[in-house]
């Protein structure tokens, strides 16, 4: 499968480096020549000796070691790499990366390699989001540098939040897609992407809405951006970090989301309609602030366009990928919107199941097709769910 190409595994001097023996192990038992580098820093958390016997290789160190192989050893292990994985990479390695320093043996590599470069950032949830943190990350993408985004959840610094480091499973799996060059496959394609909910306006202060963070819609812009394809975002209001080269509209209402995919629809290859669109909106709409009173106050609602199934009717070449979230009756109810809204696929969440649904960042699919077939994923990083999703649309493409 791989011809013995080389994987050089950088890691570096936080908590997690431990848990990247797991790789290396992976690595090796699937017929990879592994190359580990760690920094000083990462000596600290894990053995040398531990990595070596897991990678059947002398674990680099030191810049100046010349019981190598190599006439110059940091130039000679960036040659070889076909792929170099930073895992885990602090804020120091990334914030090193973007200012091209140089100043150990993994940097030198970093710097040295033309192989794709692959880091996994791992770090309290404080440094992750520092603004300065932030913009290293987003040069380093600029620069071709790929990321994978760190879990969310309990760190060992005794916090909550970002900065976990991604499922050793996931690292792998990267690792193996660019190795294979899946990691450019949707090179070619025009993806149009909702996310995010949208907002009714009943006066200028209120407004009729639901509780989706366009989490897994930006996932998938993130996801095919990442892989390769023109990305067109049409996103309702969230409090997301924009993702890297995708094309963005911002929209409020339903009616504007769905002006915006009508006049795109011709242009592209594929619709992900992963948006929480509002089914209705407020009949009338107060020009001044609604006022208490002491009677009830009754809102008449009109009902808003289907955006999915307005482009449904018009399709000719478009794959297209809907969303049900559901609270009961979930395949019945998904399938009967597969087929109204003439979809390819649906995706189907159960909103009561623990780890789906709003605001969280995993989450637990079944995938319908148009032949009346289904797959259950279990649950997983909605980075991840974005990843099968976007594979299924390749299948179906080339089927």
């Not at 958390?45 to 030191?62: A, H």
């Not at 879990?151 to 193996?176: F, K």
């Not at 990305?231 to 309702?236: E, P, Q």
């Amino acid at each position: 499968m791989n011809d013995k190409k080389t994987v050089v595994v950088g890691i570096t001097g936080g908590i997690a480096a431990y848990k990247v023996a797991d790789l290396v192990s992976r690595l090796y038992k699937n017929g990879f020549n592994v190359q580990v580098v760690m920094t000083e820093h990462a000596t600290r958390f894990i053995s040398p000796l531990t990595l070596r016997t897991l990678s059947n290789n002398p674990v680099m160190v030191d810049m100046f070691d010349e019981s190598g192989n190599h006439k110059v050893q940091h130039i000679g292990v960036a040659e070889e790499a076909d792929i170099v994985v930073v895992a885990p990479a602090t804020a120091n390695i990334i914030a090193r990366m973007a200012c091209g320093m140089a100043d150990d043996l993994l940097s030198t590599i970093i710097l040295a390699t033309r192989a794709p470069v692959l880091i996994a950032p791992s770090m309290n949830t404080n440094m992750y989001d520092k603004q300065v943190t932030q913009d290293n990350i987003r040069t380093l993408k600029n620069r071709g540098v790929m990321v994978i985004d760190p879990s969310e959840g309990a760190l060992a610094c005794g916090v909550t939040g970002r900065g976990r480091l991604p499922e050793i499973e996931t690292i792998y799996n990267r690792t193996i897609e660019v190795l294979e060059g899946r990691h450019r496959d949707l090179t070619g394609k025009t993806i149009l992407i909702t996310a995010g909910a949208t907002q009714e306006d009943i006066d200028p202060v209120r407004y009729i809405t639901n509780r989706s963070t366009g989490k897994m819609g930006y996932a998938l812009a993130s996801e095919a951006s990442r892989r390769g394809a023109r990305v067109l975002l049409v996103s309702g209001p969230t409090a997301l970090t924009d993702p890297e080269g995708v094309e963005i509209w911002r929209v409020r209402s339903a009616r504007e989301m769905n002006d915006i995919c009508q006049e795109l629809f011709d242009q592209v290859d594929v619709v992900i309609g992963a948006a929480a669109v509002a089914d209705y909106r407020p009949l009338d709409y107060s020009e001044l602030k609604l006022k208490k009173s002491d009677d009830d106050l009754v809102i008449r609602l009109a009902r808003n366009p289907d955006i999915l199934e307005g482009l449904g009717q018009r399709k000719k070449h478009q794959i297209l990928v809907g969303f049900a979230a559901e609270t009961n009756d979930l395949v019945q109810n998904a399938r009967q919107k597969l087929n109204k809204k003439n979809l390819d696929l649906l995706v189907a969440n159960d909103l009561t199941a623990e780890g789906a649904g709003f605001a969280v960042d995993t989450n637990i699919v079944t995938l319908l097709f148009k032949d009346g077939t289904e797959k259950n994923l279990p649950c997983l990083s909605k980075s991840e769910v974005a990843g099968i999703i976007l594979d299924t649309v390749l299948e179906i493409q080339g089927s």
